[in-house]
């Protein structure tokens, strides 16, 4: 599995909140939780559209 550029993830921000995103390395995706989305990483590659993205649930919210 690719990883993604530490660097990258450092300037990443919500598309739609411009707020902070948190790498979760186990599912391959980058959290937001100001948005409650989780926008997939694909082949090391952040894919940060919120139509890509996928909506966390009430516990994801709660545990992530």
């Not at 660097?7 to 937001?32: A, F, M, N, W």
């Not at 989780?38 to 992530?64: C, F, H, N």
Request: with cysteine; hydrophobic share 35%.
């Amino acid at each position: 599995m690719p990883e993604v550029d530490p660097k990258l993830l450092e300037i990443l921000v919500c598309p739609l909140t411009k707020g902070p995103l948190r790498y979760d390395r186990e599912h391959q995706e980058l959290i937001s939780r100001s948005a409650g989305l989780a926008y997939p990483i694909r082949d090391g590659v952040p894919i940060m559209l919120p139509g890509e993205a996928r909506q966390l649930s009430d516990e994801e919210m709660e545990r992530r």
